[in-house]
């Protein structure tokens, strides 16, 4: 199931190692994974909930209390109009996939009632973390490094999970334990996963049928009857190439910029350069008394990236040899699935400086905001930050175009001076008079494949993505 991206209780991502920029460490966490083709179901209906009552209040000129609104958004996906929703696609789906054999409408309402009371008594004792502190832990990096061999160790963890098989099976080499090394967010409340899992695991055919139910929903609701868009439209199409073809998107993307692709490089460099001048003579007169310049030095060091089309090329050329369309919708869909995965966990032994890695991984050309990646003290910017909002066009002052491109690039500059920075061991430490709290309108957090989409949707968001 993690191999076809689809992972319910917790999910094994990559990372850069903060004691080591230029090695990937695993990630473990929590799921933040979303579907690639299309949104969840109760979220869409209760939404929609919100919308209507946002609309409503809009007419009669009323109070619209958000925190009100946002418990009831909770109950609807819970309980109520979101949750019965759900029953029925779950109820469709049995239906027209014939997944309880020579049935009636008795006996399969009576058997898909009882699945879906044993996933709620399975799933709903598993207490995730709000979005906001979800956001927050991956915000400011709160992990705890441990070795493959330590997680093992941890009590419970190994009782019915093999980690150095899933490792190694996943990763594609003999894993070593003790030098398989991991970020593991929320250690707690994966112990506590782990431990409900041990628990109820008496019953290993019932899990089975609840996660192979789990799964034929999300297949149900993404291959066969999508919600709010027709399946092979242009939206449809466009949301899964951007989602699980990134080399391909970019490629093309890169390709229609044509010859705006050189002097788009050379005016983002510009920016770079005056932005990184301006930001040192401002360190320099605030921080004069500053051991050895230690902000300086790391600013000199830090540097801002821009993709090329030839970059583009080159993954695109490695990538194509892994694709295998047959025309046979479910099964190209499976396939792009599986490759999307298995390109992830094949950067593993790649080190994360390499163009190919970093622009094909960490953020897309064609993306409108830039990232800082805190290990390697490098951001990135893309070309898609020449388009509107940032950049306007021949039609106003240039004056307002570079201004728009160079408050991102200094946006991205200052994440090498803010709170979550101080903490990581690699590189020039800096004073602590030095440091702000992070920014709370941007996550440069380095997480890969987590969802290539956006963060612009209320569910829990892939955290290098959060704006």
């Known amino acids: 199931m993690m191999k076809m991206h689809f992972t319910p209780l917790f999910d094994l991502t990559l990372d850069v190692d903060g004691d080591d920029p230029d090695s990937f460490v695993l990630r473990l966490s929590l799921p933040t994974f979303t579907s690639p083709f299309g949104e969840n179901l109760p979220h869409t209906v209760c939404v929609g909930e919100y919308h209507s009552e946002l609309a409503a209040a809009k007419q009669r000129g009323g109070v619209f209390n958000l925190d009100e609104q946002y418990d009831k958004y909770n109950e609807c996906v819970r309980k109520g109009k979101g949750s019965n929703t759900r029953y029925m696609k779950m109820k469709e789906m049995v239906k027209n996939m014939d997944l309880i054999g020579n049935h009636t409408e008795v006996n399969m309402t009576q058997r898909l009632n009882q699945v879906i009371i ?11 973390p709000e979005k906001s502190t979800f956001r927050l832990h991956n915000l400011e990096k709160k992990y705890d490094t441990m070795s493959l061999d330590e997680l093992m160790a941890l009590e419970g963890f190994s009782e019915n999970i093999d980690w150095h ?6 990763l594609g080499i003999s894993a070593d334990p003790k030098t398989i090394k991991l970020q593991v967010y929320f250690k707690d409340r994966l112990q506590r996963i782990i431990e409900h899992v041990n628990e109820n695991i008496y019953d290993a055919s019932n899990i ?40 391909f998107s970019s490629y093309l993307y890169l390709e229609a910029l044509g010859p705006s692709l050189d002097e788009y490089q050379q005016q983002i460099n510009t920016m770079v350069r005056l932005t990184k001048k301006t930001a040192e003579e401002q360190l320099l007169r605030a921080h004069p008394s500053s051991p050895s310049n230690l902000l300086v030095e790391k600013l000199r060091k830090m540097t801002g990236e821009t993709m090329d089309l030839q970059t583009s090329r080159n993954v695109l050329a490695q990538s194509m040899m892994g694709v295998n369309i047959t ?7 499976r396939t792009l699935l599986l490759r999307y995965r298995s390109h992830l966990y094949s950067m593993y032994t790649r080190g994360p400086s390499n163009p190919e890695v970093m622009w094909s991984q960490f953020l897309q050309p064609y993306k409108s905001y830039g990232t800082y990646v805190y290990a390697m ?4 910017i893309p070309y898609g930050a020449m388009a509107p909002p940032l950049f306007y066009g021949d ?27 101080k903490k990581q061991k690699n590189g020039t430490q800096l004073p602590c008079d030095s440091t702000t709290t992070p920014s709370p309108c941007h996550s440069s957090h380095t997480t890969l494949f987590c969802d290539s989409s956006t963060y612009h949707q209320p569910s829990i968001p892939p955290p290098h993505h959060l704006q």
């Open 327 to 333: 025309g046979n919708f479910i099964e190209d869909c």
């Open 118 to 128: 044993d996933l709620d008594f399975f799933i709903r004792p598993i207490e995730f």
């Open 208 to 247: 089975h049928a609840m996660f192979m139910m789990l799964w034929s929903e999300q297949l149900y609701n993404d291959f066969v009857d999508p919600l709010g868009v027709a399946m092979g439209s242009p939206d449809y199409c466009l949301r899964i190439v951007k989602n699980l073809m990134h080399d």
């Open 395 to 421: 039609d106003v002052p240039h004056y307002i175009n570079f201004a728009g491109i160079g408050h991102m690039i200094a946006h991205e500059l200052m994440h090498s001076f803010d709170g979550t920075e």
């Open 165 to 170: 098989k899933l490792v190694s099976d996943l």
């Open 377 to 380: 003290n490098k951001f990135l």
